[in-house]
């Protein structure tokens, strides 16, 4: 395995935190570290996984994909835009009055789900998704993204372990572990570890990965259900901040207000140099 | 009331299969014939409410209709985010069925006492809030929740309640029912209290005060125009409720009449829970006594507002 920190990102995973940061200049706010742990997850899933018809965001044969940390939503958005489910002008438009795309995603968008924003509910709307595929015998799966910050809600673990007890094996999460919340390390805010064990303890079927070695990724998640008798939880170890040396694992991006143009440029730089 | 509510979901159930039923940590044997009969329609999935009503929400944003059963005030204190974000922001169709509404639990202490369980639902945007009287009305009400759209909450009373229900006027979702009427005063009641309404117009009747009895088993949306109506024509209005004065029924008229601007003012008095957590155990029936939700509260109230009555202009 890569190590996250060391991986170096190709040209794509570039332009996707390209137009993040665009994005974000747009808006002149964001939770940039959040979403830039995210882009490798997106990217693969949308480049690889999921199956979806951005024409049809509701065609009935899609995968279900919810974002459970909904502040990572600038990185679904680039995805969003890049797949057509959305109008690339819609990312200039980022937290305006105008616009239709704000801090947390919303179910009204196109190709998103259910409204997140609120830690800990994705995992049990998805868990309901996932409940009807096997009701109805349909194929679709369902993947959820959380994050470990997320992961301190006691939601979460009921939704574990009900989907544990159903056996789900059309049911993927995945974590985006780049161990930093809001107010400082998980480790200090409140320690996870040991994470995989938990979820195997909770029924899952569970593997750690590089979150953003994009090769890594598509072997995983191109052939989950890891067990097809139980539910898949995919701990994706990440960076916060991931692409902007200055950014990474520092808590001052979890959240940006006021950005700048010069911010702006001063974040493509250091993608640039990276 | 209960058992009715519950036999209703396995019959709907039985003739619609978008339906779904949910439950926490239920009575041993609770919706049984459904568990057996429809059983990948059937979830008991402890005790998890937040779990519980997210999942619901997603199973409806796939086109169900999801009944949750749980105890009031784990439906509506607990899992309080779920209810707005995960059905009110997404106006989904689930149901939320809960077990003893008010002061059924009294022997239970107040942590199991729903004496604001309205109170809570009111804020929810695309909550309707319902709560039947009797069995009869619960099984008119019940059909007319299949297709309704967006998250109801359904407030139970104790079971065995006393049927005062009629059929006399078709029950529909969002109206208010009049089930006696007289020019004096008007007493508006949701749930159980329709009984002690009832009673205390009774009572009146025989002192020479007419009275309309308001029965309003849809608290949200509030019927509005019927409450009007009627309160044009009357010289008082009690509002009797086996809930906190705060933001129940009461709270719900109260701003009702506020804005309505009556020429002269209506007298207006709120019979319920006063703002503080109920003290001592009991029964329902002494806990409602010693909160002074009965008839006799009714008929000195009635009393007390008709003897402050201005002379009528309009």
Redesign the interface.
Same mark, same amino acid.
């Given at each position: 395995m890569n190590d996250q920190m060391t991986i170096r990102l190709d040209e794509r995973s570039k332009a996707l935190r390209r137009t993040i940061i665009r994005t974000l200049e747009a808006g002149q706010r964001g939770h940039v570290g959040a979403a830039l742990s995210l882009v490798e997850i997106l990217r693969v899933l949308y480049d690889d996984v999921l199956k979806y018809d951005p024409r049809d965001p509701r065609w009935s044969g899609r995968d279900r994909f919810v974002l459970s940390k909904g502040h990572g939503c600038l990185a679904l958005y680039a995805l969003l835009a890049d797949k057509g489910f959305i109008a690339e002008a819609e990312l200039s438009k980022f937290c305006r009055s105008d616009g239709l795309l704000g801090g947390h995603p919303e179910h009204h968008i196109p190709g998103v789900e259910a409204s997140t924003g609120s830690l800990g509910h994705g995992m049990s709307i998805a868990l309901g998704f996932a409940l009807n595929a096997r009701y109805e015998r349909a194929a679709y799966r369902t993947f959820v993204v959380i994050g470990d910050g997320e992961s301190n809600e006691g939601s979460i673990w009921e939704a574990a372990l009900s989907a544990g007890k159903h056996r789900l094996g059309n049911f993927v999460v995945l974590t985006d572990y780049n161990k930093h919340q809001s107010y400082g390390a998980t480790a200090d805010v409140q320690d996870l570890e040991p994470l995989v064990d938990k979820w195997r303890a909770f029924g899952f079927a569970a593997l750690e990965v590089n979150g953003h070695d994009v090769a890594a990724l598509r072997g995983v998640l191109t052939r989950v259900p890891l067990d097809p008798s139980k539910p898949t939880a995919i701990i994706c170890h990440t960076v916060k901040g991931k692409g902007i040396a200055f950014a990474e694992n520092n808590m001052a991006w979890h959240h940006m207000n006021k950005v700048t143009a010069q911010d702006a440029e001063r974040l493509l730089a250091a993608l640039e140099a990276r | 009331m209960r058992k009715k509510s519950l036999d209703m979901v396995y019959e709907l159930a039985k003739k619609d299969e978008r339906i779904f039923f949910i439950g926490s940590d239920l009575g041993v044997g609770t919706l049984d014939n459904f568990r057996t009969e429809m059983p990948?329609?059937f979830?008991m999935?402890?005790v998890?409410e937040?779990?519980?009503?997210?999942?619901?929400?997603? /199973?409806? /944003?796939?086109g169900?209709i999801v009944y949750v059963n749980t105890i009031a005030t784990f439906l509506t204190r607990r899992c309080f985010?779920?209810v707005v974000?995960?059905l009110g /922001?997404?106006n989904v169709n689930v149901r939320l069925i809960a077990n003893g509404g008010g002061v059924v639990y009294a022997p239970l202490g107040p942590t199991h006492l729903a004496i604001d369980d309205i109170a809570i639902m009111r804020t929810v945007p695309n909550m309707t809030i319902v709560a039947p009287c009797d069995a009869d009305e619960m099984a008119r009400l019940m059909p007319q929740t299949v297709d309704h759209k967006g998250p109801i909450y359904i407030r139970l009373g104790k079971g065995g309640d006393p049927i005062v229900s009629t059929d006399a006027a078709p029950f529909r979702i969002g109206r208010a029912i009049p089930m006696v009427t007289g020019d004096d005063v008007l007493l508006v009641t949701t749930g159980v209290t329709l009984k002690l309404a009832l009673e205390a117009a009774a009572a009146l009747k025989t002192q020479g005060i007419g009275a309309t009895v308001l029965h309003m088993p849809t608290v949200k949306p509030l019927d509005a125009e019927s409450f009007l109506t009627h309160a044009r024509r009357a010289d008082a209005i009690v509002s009797i409720e086996e809930h906190s004065i705060v933001g129940g029924l009461g709270g719900a008229l109260a701003e009702v009449i506020a804005e309505a601007g009556f020429e002269p003012a209506r007298r207006f008095k709120r019979i319920g829970i006063p703002d503080v957590f109920p003290h001592g155990y009991g029964s329902q029936a002494t806990m409602m006594a010693h909160y002074d939700i009965t008839a006799e509260r009714t008929l000195a109230v009635v009393r007390e507002l008709l003897a402050l009555r201005p002379a009528r202009t309009n």
């Amino acid at each position: 395995m890569n190590d996250q920190m060391t991986i170096r990102l190709d040209e794509r995973s570039k332009a996707l935190r390209r137009t993040i940061i665009r994005t974000l200049e747009a808006g002149q706010r964001g939770h940039v570290g959040a979403a830039l742990s995210l882009v490798e997850i997106l990217r693969v899933l949308y480049d690889d996984v999921l199956k979806y018809d951005p024409r049809d965001p509701r065609w009935s044969g899609r995968d279900r994909f919810v974002l459970s940390k909904g502040h990572g939503c600038l990185a679904l958005y680039a995805l969003l835009a890049d797949k057509g489910f959305i109008a690339e002008a819609e990312l200039s438009k980022f937290c305006r009055s105008d616009g239709l795309l704000g801090g947390h995603p919303e179910h009204h968008i196109p190709g998103v789900e259910a409204s997140t924003g609120s830690l800990g509910h994705g995992m049990s709307i998805a868990l309901g998704f996932a409940l009807n595929a096997r009701y109805e015998r349909a194929a679709y799966r369902t993947f959820v993204v959380i994050g470990d910050g997320e992961s301190n809600e006691g939601s979460i673990w009921e939704a574990a372990l009900s989907a544990g007890k159903h056996r789900l094996g059309n049911f993927v999460v995945l974590t985006d572990y780049n161990k930093h919340q809001s107010y400082g390390a998980t480790a200090d805010v409140q320690d996870l570890e040991p994470l995989v064990d938990k979820w195997r303890a909770f029924g899952f079927a569970a593997l750690e990965v590089n979150g953003h070695d994009v090769a890594a990724l598509r072997g995983v998640l191109t052939r989950v259900p890891l067990d097809p008798s139980k539910p898949t939880a995919i701990i994706c170890h990440t960076v916060k901040g991931k692409g902007i040396a200055f950014a990474e694992n520092n808590m001052a991006w979890h959240h940006m207000n006021k950005v700048t143009a010069q911010d702006a440029e001063r974040l493509l730089a250091a993608l640039e140099a990276r | 009331m209960r058992k009715k509510s519950l036999d209703m979901v396995y019959e709907l159930a039985k003739k619609d299969e978008r339906i779904f039923f949910i439950g926490s940590d239920l009575g041993v044997g609770t919706l049984d014939n459904f568990r057996t009969e429809m059983p990948d329609r059937f979830f008991m999935e402890g005790v998890s409410e937040g779990n519980i009503v997210g999942m619901a929400a997603g /199973l409806a /944003l796939e086109g169900k209709i999801v009944y949750v059963n749980t105890i009031a005030t784990f439906l509506t204190r607990r899992c309080f985010e779920q209810v707005v974000i995960d059905l009110g /922001l997404h106006n989904v169709n689930v149901r939320l069925i809960a077990n003893g509404g008010g002061v059924v639990y009294a022997p239970l202490g107040p942590t199991h006492l729903a004496i604001d369980d309205i109170a809570i639902m009111r804020t929810v945007p695309n909550m309707t809030i319902v709560a039947p009287c009797d069995a009869d009305e619960m099984a008119r009400l019940m059909p007319q929740t299949v297709d309704h759209k967006g998250p109801i909450y359904i407030r139970l009373g104790k079971g065995g309640d006393p049927i005062v229900s009629t059929d006399a006027a078709p029950f529909r979702i969002g109206r208010a029912i009049p089930m006696v009427t007289g020019d004096d005063v008007l007493l508006v009641t949701t749930g159980v209290t329709l009984k002690l309404a009832l009673e205390a117009a009774a009572a009146l009747k025989t002192q020479g005060i007419g009275a309309t009895v308001l029965h309003m088993p849809t608290v949200k949306p509030l019927d509005a125009e019927s409450f009007l109506t009627h309160a044009r024509r009357a010289d008082a209005i009690v509002s009797i409720e086996e809930h906190s004065i705060v933001g129940g029924l009461g709270g719900a008229l109260a701003e009702v009449i506020a804005e309505a601007g009556f020429e002269p003012a209506r007298r207006f008095k709120r019979i319920g829970i006063p703002d503080v957590f109920p003290h001592g155990y009991g029964s329902q029936a002494t806990m409602m006594a010693h909160y002074d939700i009965t008839a006799e509260r009714t008929l000195a109230v009635v009393r007390e507002l008709l003897a402050l009555r201005p002379a009528r202009t309009n």
